[in-house]
Nanobody
Framework: QVQLVESGGASVQAGGSVRLSCATF????????MGWFRQAPGKERESVAS???????TYAENLKGRFTIAQDNAKNTLYLQMNSLKPEDTAMYYC??????????????????WGQGTQVTVSS
């Protein structure tokens, strides 16, 4: 069992920055891969970025260069640094963990544990 608790959501103006955190509790072995996803009202959940336990990162193509995923294994915490935010980045952001082998690191279906989400709102 893995529990994920996100924090750091905020309301910011366009061009601003936000750092999200996701604390991981439970499974001593640890997830094979962690990811960030987001969902805007009326839209499907979409991938943002992922990081495997070997440190390899993968980003959604449209977010490369503005978002950075990182993890602190000592603190069992996942981070998402978001810079140059745009109004279209407004969404609920979710942390996810995959404890079984996955093929597609950016697929919602690859992850079997999810946090409750944290809201990011970007105003123009």
């Amino acid at each position: 069992q893995v529990q994920l608790v996100e924090s750091g959501g905020a309301s910011v103006q366009a061009g601003g920055s936000v750092r999200l955190s996701c604390a991981t509790f439970g499974d001593r072995v640890g997830p094979r891969c962690m990811g960030w996803f987001r969902q805007a009202p009326g839209k499907e959940r979409e991938s943002v970025a992922s990081i495997e336990n070997n440190g390899r990162t993968t980003y959604a193509e449209n977010l490369k260069g503005r978002f950075t995923i990182a993890q602190d294994n000592a603190k069992n915490t996942l981070y998402l640094q978001m810079n140059s935010l745009k109004p279209e980045d407004t969404a609920m952001y979710y942390c996810a963990a995959a404890t079984t082998p996955i093929r597609d690191r950016l697929s919602v279906g690859s992850y079997n544990y999810w946090g409750q989400g944290t809201q990011v709102t970007v105003s123009s």
